[in-house]
């Protein structure tokens, strides 16, 4: 699945750890996210939103098919 996490992270000036301390989870589920080889969980995914102020559909792009 495609997302925009990285450029998320980048613009409210988190680290990947500093991410990955946020929501509980460690620095290499955030690597994995942001690469796309990792789906997060919905309550992953709703902290995500919640974090950034914005929707799960912001952050995600499902694939397509």
Do not use: H, W
Request: proline share 5%; net charge negative.
């Amino acid at each position: 699945m495609e997302n925009n996490l990285g450029d998320y992270r980048k613009e409210r000036g988190f680290s990947q750890q500093a991410l990955a301390d946020q929501l509980g989870v460690s620095r290499q589920t955030i690597i994995s996210l942001e690469k796309g080889r990792y789906d997060p969980s919905l309550p992953l995914a709703f902290k995500l939103a919640a974090l950034f102020d914005c929707r799960i559909e912001d952050l995600f792009i499902p694939d397509e098919g």
